[in-house]
């Protein structure tokens, strides 16, 4: 039958997906071309078109090998890619399955050139606080550059023509090729280190290959580290290199950094000049003023009636008189008055009513004291007998020829121990 020879479009496209996959050729390709219609799906994977001037192909990188990217892909880049060729049965179309990819030519600098700008950007290199103000009147400056090609050679026309009583000192550097970074790095030291106010770092024009030593991370560093004001004035105005964001001042060519760097001798000679007119203005103003001052003095009232001075003074000194006479005439009264109501208190006018309760007390404790008085018993015929000031309880406490004082209730006698009884201490009970 006539409808065998008619094959489904998926037979057809297994037959050719077969086909491109016993191809080692396409195994490993090799691709170089633009991006565009860039998608970046949420599981990793790359999904994007690469195209030549004539020519398209739909890519795809998956997320293992998208994760190992040193840079973003975006549309409009050019990229070389390695990869193998596929068919997608289910649509009927081939892709490229990526797995390697890196950026192609001038991209690769550009892209190490924003790493670089944002690494720098994070420290804060290009932070406006760090910006050091570039001298007004400077009279040395620094200018780091090749010492042949019209860069030099417009820097200093420029500041001589300008601003010729300025000195412009030459530290002439290389400015492309690989030793060029180190040794702008150098000269920068040695111009910092000079005593110039002010040090010009630059170039003429180039592609960015030519300029690429302005983008090297010791150049920015050595920028920034350095103490003295820096203006950087690398290629034309289009042109933006990493020393142009560290400088205290970007330059768009070097023509127009010499314009920064110094002031005309013109336009100097009209500053001063204006001042001087200021200056002058300012003294004849200060002069008229103190003028006035002086004859509003000498038309005062008090210069010219002086007495009027005393006479304010002396009725000022009246009335205090008045006022503290008053005042202490016052005070007497008030103090006066309060002793005749003192005088007039009822403890004042009957004193005998504040002691007549203590006097009771005091004679009841004296009476109390009475009673309890040990020499009182003298009144009933005993005696109080003493040896050297101490009482004599015993008669064992003295000897004989002892001198002791005998107290009475009427008087004392000194006595001499003649003779020592002893009774009976256990009959008596004494001793």
């Known amino acids: ?212 030593a302005f983008n090297e991370e010791i150049v920015a560093r050595a920028i920034y580290e350095c103490q003295t004001p820096i203006i950087s004035a690398v290629g034309h105005e289009i042109d933006w290199t990493i020393a142009d964001f560290v400088a205290d001042l970007r330059a768009p060519t070097p023509t127009g950094a010499a314009e920064m760097a110094v002031p005309t001798i013109i336009d100097t000679n009209n500053l001063i000049a204006n001042y001087k007119i200021r200056l002058n203005k300012n003294i004849k103003s200060m002069i008229n003023t103190k003028f006035i001052t ?30 503290l006479k008053n005042n202490f005439l016052n005070i007497i009264g008030d103090k006066q008055r309060r002793f005749e109501n003192l005088k007039m208190n009822y403890i004042l006018q009957n004193p005998y009513q504040l002691i007549a309760p203590l006097q009771t007390k005091y004679d009841l404790l004296v009476n109390t004291l009475k009673l309890v008085n040990p020499l009182n018993i003298l009144d009933k015929g005993y005696a109080l007998v003493k040896k050297n000031n101490q009482v004599i309880k015993s008669s064992k406490e003295l000897q004989i020829k002892d001198q002791i004082d005998i107290r009475f209730a009427h008087g004392t006698i000194k006595a001499e121990v003649q003779e020592i009884k002893k009774q009976n201490e256990k009959r008596n009970g004494v001793n």
């Open 294 to 323: 002086l004859r509003n003095f000498k038309n005062s009232f008090v210069l010219k009636n002086p007495m009027a001075i005393y006479e304010v003074k002396e009725q000022k000194y009246l009335n205090l008189m008045t006022t």
């Open 1 to 212: 039958m006539e409808e065998n020879k008619y094959l489904k479009i998926s037979e057809l496209n297994n037959y050719i997906k077969n086909i491109i996959d016993q191809d080692s050729f396409l195994y490993k390709v090799y691709l170089k071309g633009e991006i565009s219609n860039f998608k970046n799906h949420t599981t990793g994977h790359l999904y994007f078109t690469l195209k030549d001037d004539t020519s398209r192909i739909n890519a795809v990188m998956f997320a293992p090998n998208a994760a190992l990217l040193n840079f973003v892909p975006e549309d409009g880049m050019n990229v070389l890619v390695e990869g193998r060729i596929r068919v997608y049965a289910p649509q009927g179309s081939y892709q490229i399955y990526v797995e390697k990819m890196t950026v192609d030519g001038l991209g690769a600098l550009y892209i190490e050139y924003e790493k670089l700008k944002k690494k720098l950007a994070s420290e804060g290199l290009f932070n406006p606080e760090h910006k050091k103000p570039i001298p007004k009147y400077p009279e040395k400056i620094g200018v780091i550059t090749a010492s042949t090609g019209a860069a030099v050679r417009d820097i200093m026309s420029t500041i001589k023509r300008r601003y010729p009583i300025c000195q412009a000192i030459l530290f002439p550097s290389l400015v492309q090729g690989k030793s060029a970074a180190p040794n702008i790095v150098e000269q920068i030291k040695k111009a910092d280190s000079f005593g110039v106010d002010t040090i010009i770092v630059g170039r003429g024009g180039g592609s960015i290959e030519d300029l690429w």
